[in-house]
């Protein structure tokens, strides 16, 4: 049962994506380009020094997010422009844990973060990944639902499904 209403969630979130930004008008292909918003040099200077002091080995993508790919996943990755189905958990560069997923939380990635936009298309169905996400890729300068502005976040996401 629980397979089958995480279909319907993503089956409604595919066709939803298919109208939100990024998609070019009468195609099936996907526009968005992960590098074509950079977060500023001093933001990925200042995560790049976190996770130095932290002695944390991470890759760095075009955009300015790190990230660390715990477990690839098997078969196809997601695209930008994709329904994914998630687990979860986004922590301070503290520790400090201000989210986490209940059950498979289940969204388009255009219509997320761009730190997730650009980092769960790095792996694929089954994978971990952690994103070091720099604040213009994340909610910016702007406090939102009690994340202070400007603040880096630390996600663990694991990749269930996506369509």
Excluded at 30 to 41: G, I, M, V
Excluded at 48 to 73: M, R
Excluded at 115 to 126: M, R, S
Aim: proline share 6%; aromatic share 10%; hydrophobic share 35%.
């Amino acid at each position: 049962m629980r397979k089958i209403v995480l279909w319907i969630l993503l089956a409604g979130m595919f066709i939803a994506s298919s109208c939100l930004k990024g998609k070019s008008d009468n195609s099936n292909t996907c526009s968005y380009d992960p590098c074509n918003t950079k977060a500023p040099d001093s933001q990925v200077v200042k995560l790049a020094k976190y996770l130095s002091d932290s002695n944390i080995t991470a890759q760095k993508h075009c955009s300015g997010l790190y990230y660390t790919i715990i477990s690839e996943g098997t078969g196809s990755a997601p695209t930008p422009c994709s329904a994914v189905a998630v687990n979860y958990t986004g922590t301070y560069t503290s520790g400090q844990q201000f989210d986490k997923s209940t059950a498979p939380a289940v969204f388009s990635l255009l219509s997320v973060i761009q730190g997730w936009t650009n980092g769960v298309p790095l792996i694929k169905k089954g994978g971990k990944i952690k994103l070091y996400v720099p604040p213009a890729l994340g909610y910016g300068n702007n406090d939102y639902n009690g994340i202070p502005g400007n603040s880096i976040l630390v996600f663990d996401i694991e990749l269930l499904d996506f369509q």
